[in-house]
């Protein structure tokens, strides 16, 4: 079932310079209450990538992916498979293989019956889907499982069912929509690796939706991220996390999620200033053409150190207030005396928990910090302390739009 | 409100197919409705004719809207007493059957205790029973304790006859309520009684009262035992609904304006409980 | 909890009556409430199905009821041997079945038409609900009336379409078939209900993996949905067939048993031997052996519906 169709004469809205395996274009949806949930998607996912979509609840992530299996129509543009204009087409005729979070395997049948249904309905023989269930059940471990009903599955060996349907028949892609979310955390991981060594077994275009940035960094080729129905950024994880689209993406990716506040850029971007501390920058990380005046400043919790050295040469004077061990690291709180950010430009849900953070006075103007550090460092609460970056790790955002004006250098350790 | 500022999404040909499929349903839906409608109206109609209209061979649809029939219906014949012996003996024998079957049904829920599902399925297999197959006894019963003829003696038919599902679908009610909330008023110094009185029943008020509608139209409706055991003085609104049919002379136009007042209020209840209808009349098996 | 302390510490000690007696109380207190209620039902159950077991053994008529004479299984006999018995097994079979599973297939095609919202679906859901509620009775006068030879629509109806006049109730070929379709008039709505509840509670997303592994909705139908709504099936099933038996006033409004003998049920004749023949003793054997009709049959058609499930 090599199905690498031929590209159709009369189908314009195909990408031809490679392989598309999935092309949204201008994909809207607004469902009949009234709730837009996409708006103007554009997204080519090549051939055989793993892409994952992830964003906050509600942003879009499971509605794009019904779209793209038919089970829901958009209200507006186009979706192509492999080259082929599915718009018009029921998940009947898609061939495409989908994991429901729910797993949504067939209760009345074994799993047996569960894996050998989509050949069953594709008019396959008795021994070729026998042969096909076995191997499958084979590559997933379901082998001694097969006369059972779902109902007698452990949550873990339902998930692997649910994959092994979708496995057995070849699809032109791989839907996923939250398939390790009802997983205990261990299996969680465990799966997570089993899925990324199958695709590359495989090599079938694969959409992975989730909520878990984590998960999206960890497993995805590229990562789209959505929010309120908009693609934000569609890249790699690296890129994600280093060179973000906007102050969006910068507080979404990355855990603990990184420090923002107000800051004052100095004119001719030469300086920054946070807090009342001048932060002057190297020509190497001046932003042409960026008028003076208030901006967000970001840095990463990871990008601060206890000590000074070549790449940690500005310093910063704080006071701890909470300090939590990791083992290897320490996360060090501290409260700073700068402006919070809009919460209408980060992701909601961590914007609240600053929020709640926020100490008693409301007067006094102060935001949250989190510093990475090593656990050598020796800071206790209460005691005054100094930690260490690099404006090579600085990312600037506009302050009406949340846009990225600077971002940090490339080349920046993965968080773990 | 953020849509308002985005192009007017242009149909897709799977929308507009998935559209017109809608339209050829909601049409069948309507044709089905309508046929299983059409008796009604007719009936309600009819109530609203004339005596000629109502023998008139080329039917007319539509009618000129006269209350006369259903004045004439209430004061010219017993049938007003009837309709008020209908709604004494189906509001009693539900208040009784919603007293007893409520201190059955708490305990079956809440407490543990071997046999439990045992007394809950002899309740039920009660329901399987045909009423002609007891009636014999029934009326040989009622006759010798002298009920026979007194509106009692349906009260305490029809309350055994409406018991196994009140104690069915009130334990599924209560049931549904999480023990916590119970226990939460235990541990904060409420007894059993205290505590069934305050906090379940307040919070179970929609399942007695849908309970309650689907007894009442049990009742309400009911005519095998009402024929048998009442008198003259005691006619239920079903049994007073027959006596209209004499040879000599029926008047069809009075008969229906009668038969609209029986279904009248039934409607009303049903239309009222049709959230918990089905699973009312599935016994709670099906919600 | 002062008083549970010491009934504790108290029943540790040494046991005492009154210790079993509170032991008693904690343990069953609880469920004294049951009590009147069960006391109720117990009587009106017991005492009626043991009485009529009772008389369903004796010759007892009560046209001169001094004279009643013990008669075994004399009744029972009696009714096994009579052609009229069988005719009522008969035509309260043939009502029960097809009208039941008429209104099944109906009630599930209805039910699939509503299973997607359409504007007016509720309303349309209200006004289908309304013939299910309407006294049987009123059934009966109202199809009499409809179905009158001289002047009810349904006559006007066959008229126009040249069929002439046609008397529903008093052809003995049709008499049956007409109270069939009454019937389904009146209960198709009830399995509509039932169904329309069993396919909403089909989970969507079993439906969803159905269309994504390629099966059209006619194949969802029979490979998921029909197994999944078994249970809400059969209790449906078994409701109706439970009350399609007692088929009575619909019969007592219209055919009376008539003509000759097509529509005579089992209720019906029941009720003709005991009150109109007064041969109590003999409607008594007649409702035990009803009974027993009734159960056997329930039970196999609800074991045929959910057995076939686990099977498979
Ligand atoms: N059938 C529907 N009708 C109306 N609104 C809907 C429907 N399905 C989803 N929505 C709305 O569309 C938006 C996007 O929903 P979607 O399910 O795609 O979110 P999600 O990103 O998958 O979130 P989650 O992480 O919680 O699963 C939400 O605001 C949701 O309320
Ligand atoms: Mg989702």
Redesign the interface.
Known sequence: MTAHSSIKEGTPRVSKTKAAGIEFSAV?M?FAD?T?AL??LDLVIEEGEFVVFVGPSGCGKSTALRIL???E????GTIAIKGRDV??????HR????V?Q?Y?????KTVYENLA??LK??GLGKAAIETAVAGVADLLGLAALLQRKPGALSGGQRQRVAMG?ALVRNPKAF?MDEPLSNLDAALRVEMRGEIRRLHRRLGVTTVYVTHDQVEAMTMGDRVAVLRGGELQQFDAPQRLYEQPANMFVASFIGSPAINLAMAELGAGSAAVTLAGNAIPLPPSRRVEGQSAGPVMIGIRPEAFSYRRDLEHDVSLTITPDLIESLGAELLVHFAIPAASVPVALTSSAKSAVSQISLPGNAREVSTRFVAKLDARCAYAVGQEATVWFSTDHLMLFEAATGRTILASAPMLKLPV | MTSATLPPPRPTRRLLRARILTLIRAGAALIVSLMFFAPIYWMVLTAFKSGNEAFNATPSLIVWPDFGNFSLVLTQSNFGLALSTSLFVATTSTVFCLILGASIAYPLARIKMRGQKHIAFWILSLRIIPPIAVIIPLFLLLRSVGLTGSIWSLVIVYTYMNLPLTVWLLRGFFADLPAEIEEASFVDGAGRFRTFIGVTLPLTAPGFIATALLCFIFAWNEFLFANILTGAATRTAPVGLTEYVTPVSVEWNKIMAAGTLVVLPVWIGALAAQRYLVRGLTLGAVK | MSDSISTITRGSHHRSRRDGWTWFARRYGALLPMAPGMLFLVLMSIYPTVYSLVISLFRWNLSDPTRMRFGGWHNYGLLLTDATFWNAVIVTFKFVTIAVSLELVLGLAIALLFFQRFPGDRFLRAILILPMVVAPVVVGLLSRYMLNVQFGIVTFVTEALGFGRVDFFGEPDLALGTLIVIDIWQWTPFMFLIMLAALQGVPEDIIEAAKVDGARPVRILFDHILHLIRYPVAVAVALRLIDAFRVYDIIFMTTRGGPIDVTQTLSWQIYDAGFKSLDIGYAAAYSWLMLIIVVVTVTLVLRLLLNEQASR
């Not at chain 1, 129509?73 to 507006?76: E, H, I, R, V, Y």
């Not at chain 1, 061939?95 to 989908?98: E, F, G, L, P, V």
């Open positions: 809207n607004t009234g837009t708006k103007s299996a038919g089970l129509q958009a209200t507006g718009t018009d087409l029921g998940p009947q061939d495409i293989a989908m429901f729910s949504a395997l067939y209760p009345h249904y989509p309905i594709r349907r839907l």
